[in-house]
């Protein structure tokens, strides 16, 4: 069988490293060629999964030319997903693009169209999609064993994204602080900021838990840190026909969740008609409420198996037959989470609440 061959384009965030590391330990995957215009930036790549030169490229065009890949894997600054997939798209690729989906809903949009012209596929990577609680947590919405979901609670973050690279090497307070002003991750117009960062993971996730469905108007409120142009902290309100939901995001918890779970926990607690869970990243069990047992069981989360552990295993099974991705990463669902953010983001903005986005 003739493998993927998957190409990894700009470096901007460090999980493309982390992606990179899923397609080098795919059996049906071949890193094909890696492209950046800061060499450095993939000095790490390089080395650990032994590419060579000839398969490094410092012009995009060039590297899609050249390796003719099946995939290309996107980790732009947020402020430039539309550009980058604009960029791509006409060379017939299908397309990986990291967490968040866009900087805005006009231009989710314009991916969406650039994609879809080419007859190719475009899926966005949420991480904690791949969280064995979270996919349990949802086996067990689909079973009923909570009812109708009417409420999803969540609440993420870190300690800050400079504070860590790939595989979650960690970096100094200290180092962080000074690389704050030179990190697209502090530029408004880059889409920096924590609500940007983690509010499409809760609203994305919680579309799926609630089925889909969409809420009626958003309030959100920011924080307005001394120095800085993007906010380390937001919570928001969403008001569905079915009652309240809350998704909050925080760079500057006490500690980071793969280390330590700080307090408040980093996940989710989703509250039915019949009972609820409490789903929290990295945890090996959930918590589960129902009429048959309110006084609540822990149950160990599922193992997640092939072709279904990460988002290259799944893309490639996707494209090989025909099966629909992983759902959180699917277009349709990121859209609504997409709306959730604008939607945010102007009522931050314009200290209301408004109307959901469309």
Known sequence: MQKFKVVGINFD????????????????????????????????????????????????????????????????STGTHAL???????????IL??????ASLADADAMIAAVTATGKQMIINWPLAWYPPHVTSKRLIDEGVIGDVLEVHYYDGNRGPLRHLA???????????????????????QGGGSLRDYLGYGVTLG???????????????????LGLEVDEHSITIARYAKGLSKFETRWGTFTDPW??????????????????????????????????????EVIPVDELQPPNQDPIQNFVHSLRTGEPVHEPLSPAICRIGQQIVDSAILSARERRTVPLLE
């Open 167 to 189: 595989d979650k090497e960690e970096i100094s307070a200290e180092v962080a602080a000074q690389r704050k002003s030179e990190s697209w991750w502090y530029q408004a117009a």
């Open 13 to 76: 965030h460090m999980h493309m490293g982390d992606l990179l590391r899923r397609a080098f330990i795919h059996p049906d995957v071949e890193i094909a060629g890696i492209c950046d215009t800061r060499p450095d930036r993939m000095a790490s790549v390089i080395s650990n999964f032994d590419i060579p030169e000839d398969r490094v490229f410092s012009d995009y065009r060039q590297c899609l030319e050249v390796t003719q890949p099946d995939i290309a894997i996107l980790c732009p």
């Open 84 to 94: 980058w997939v604009e960029r791509v798209a006409p060379f017939g690729t299908h």
């Open 97 to 102: 693009v990291e967490k968040p989906f866009a």
């Open 259 to 296: 280390t330590h779970q700080p307090q408040p926990k980093c996940g989710f607690n989703i509250v039915g008609t019949k009972g609820t869970i409490s789903s929290y990243d990295y945890e090996p069990t959930i918590r589960v409420q129902t009429q048959a047992c309110p006084e609540g």
């Open 207 to 225: 579309t799926w838990f609630h089925g889909g469905d969409k809420p009626i108007e958003v309030t959100t409120m920011v924080d307005e840190p």
